[in-house]
């Protein structure tokens, strides 16, 4: 049985949702954030020593880091679900998907978040936070133009682990200059196994 270690509003949020959409059996352990710090509670490290989330456990071994997590699943559960054929370019493109969410595409979106709580302190690096974050979401967004998912056609790992990039972009408000992005993540968010993800582990904001 697959345990995800869940952090209200982080990105386990998505992992939930490809459990969902494969239809496996699973249990959450649920830790909240602190309301001041917004850290995950000291627990988690007693799962995986860097204390982040997601982190899941399947059979005793742990697997850690939200593209890793999701191609663990799809390779040892999916049954050729949610990928392309790995013969394919297009499971090249899939790969390339998966890593570039977090190896690239956050990076920018967190900065702007991290840097954003100094206050004045911080404004010489905005320019240049801004057109990162213009570079990436551009870049994104024109791959998304006349698609519906982000490789094939149909959905994969790499449009689960990339949502978290729109929906943090959403958040930071950030959205209203990518339609692609903007229609992808509503549409997204409007299939039933992300909407099972709410009602098994409540309210999600960046979901909304
Ligand atoms: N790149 C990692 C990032 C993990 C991460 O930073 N997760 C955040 C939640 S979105 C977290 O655990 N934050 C709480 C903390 O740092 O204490 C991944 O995608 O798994």
Same mark, same amino acid.
């Given at each position: 049985?697959?345990?995800?270690?869940?952090?209200?509003?982080?990105?386990?949020?998505?992992?939930?949702?490809?459990?969902?959409?494969?239809?496996?059996?699973?249990?959450?352990?649920?830790? =909240?954030? *602190?309301?001041? /710090? #917004?850290?995950?509670?000291?627990?988690?490290?007693?799962? $995986?020593?860097?204390?982040? +989330?997601?982190?899941?456990?399947?059979?005793?071994?742990?697997?850690?880091?939200?593209?890793?997590?999701?191609?663990?699943?799809?390779?040892?559960?999916?049954?050729?679900?949610? =990928?392309? *054929?790995?013969? /394919? #370019?297009?499971?090249?493109?899939?790969?390339?998907?998966? $890593?570039?969410?977090?190896? +690239?595409?956050?990076?920018?979106?967190?900065?702007?978040?991290?840097?954003?709580?100094?206050?004045?302190?911080?404004?010489?690096?905005?320019?240049?936070?801004?057109?990162?974050?213009?570079?990436?979401?551009?870049?994104?967004?024109?791959?998304?133009?006349?698609?519906?998912?982000?490789?094939?056609?149909?959905?994969?790992?790499?449009?689960?682990?990339?949502?978290?990039?729109?929906?943090?972009?959403?958040?930071?408000?950030?959205?209203?200059?990518?339609?692609?992005?903007?229609?992808?993540?509503?549409?997204?968010?409007?299939?039933?196994?992300?909407?099972?993800?709410?009602?098994?582990?409540?309210?999600?904001?960046?979901?909304?």
């Amino acid at each position: 049985m697959i345990v995800v270690h869940h952090l209200n509003e982080s990105r386990s949020q998505r992992i939930l949702w490809l459990l969902e959409e494969l239809g496996l059996p699973y249990e959450i352990k649920m830790y =909240q954030r *602190d309301l001041k /710090t #917004r850290l995950a509670p000291p627990e988690l490290t007693a799962i $995986h020593p860097l204390g982040k +989330s997601p982190v899941i456990t399947d059979d005793g071994f742990v697997v850690h880091e939200s593209g890793a997590i999701i191609d663990y699943i799809i390779r040892h559960h999916g049954g050729g679900r949610l =990928q392309p *054929d790995p013969q /394919t #370019r297009a499971y090249d493109e899939y790969v390339q998907w998966l $890593h570039y969410a977090e190896g +690239s595409a956050m990076l920018p979106l967190l900065l702007n978040m991290y840097v954003g709580r100094l206050g004045e302190a911080g404004a010489p690096l905005h320019p240049r936070i801004n057109s990162e974050i213009a570079n990436h979401l551009g870049y994104v967004d024109r791959s998304l133009e006349g698609r519906e998912f982000i490789v094939g056609d149909s959905l994969t790992g790499a449009d689960i682990n990339m949502s978290f990039v729109g929906e943090v972009a959403g958040a930071a408000g950030r959205r209203g200059s990518y339609p692609a992005i903007d229609a992808w993540i509503q549409r997204l968010h409007a299939r039933p196994a992300f909407q099972a993800t709410l009602d098994k582990a409540g309210e999600y904001k960046l979901g909304r």
